[in-house]
């Protein structure tokens, strides 16, 4: 077999073993729709699974599980479904390509603020740090959780601090190592966290997250709205 089939026919089981189950996996969801109670006997293959059908195509399967996993969310944010299904496709993304950071980033944030999983989204951020241990980023967003989800601020302060000291760790993680040791309370003191982690990104994905949460603060109750793709 040349080596253009063999690259063909490696997309193609790609295709059939990980993009075949996700699709019949959300069929289901979008029957299950109005009946949530039928989640748990979604079929959702294994971040491993996936990682293991994937052979030498798990950047290509990667991108479009994530693709996938933002779809699914966006829906959600319509009111379609829950997000039962969502942090087993953040799972199935960072195994196929430990080491896309955003995933993990924006992954976090969904599990902690609208599903109200501190510990599950600090630890898919733990995980990313295991396999990308000089990232900054993962320590930063463990410290801002621990802040606004937790107001633990002895945790907060000391993965901030611990964000700040790493090699290209820009200034505003320095900022808000201060912040979360200057023991603010309250709502007030989450907003401003949110408004200024608003200010410093400028991911129009993260922007929006930041913006509802900042809303779900204000009302006190999640507010819903499809968010931007994240090119």
Known sequence: MSGRLRRSAGFWLVGVLVLGGLGWSTTRVKTYRYRPYLYDTLYLPSGKFARQAALDYRQIAADL????????????????????????????????DPHF????????LVVS????????????LKAGM??????????FEIGFLHYVSG??????????SLASKMPGAP??????AAFA??????????????????????DPLLKELAEHYIQKIKHGRPLRGKPQDND
């Open 65 to 96: 599980v994530w693709l996938s996993a933002i779809q699914y969310y966006g829906d959600y944010r319509q009111d379609n479904h829950g997000l039962g299904y969502f942090e087993g496709l953040i799972n199935i993304v960072t195994t196929l």
């Open 101 to 108: 950071i955003f995933a993990y980033v924006f992954g976090a």
């Open 113 to 124: 603020e609208d599903l109200n999983s501190l510990q599950a989204g600090v630890d898919i």
């Open 130 to 139: 295991v396999e990308n241990p000089r990232s900054w980023r993962l320590p």
């Open 151 to 160: 107001a633990d601020h002895e945790t907060a302060g000391r993965y901030l």
């Open 171 to 176: 200034e505003h993680a320095r900022r808000f």
């Open 181 to 202: 040791y200057s023991r603010g309370e309250g709502e007030h003191s989450a907003i401003r966290l949110w408004e200024e982690y608003l200010e410093y990104t400028d």
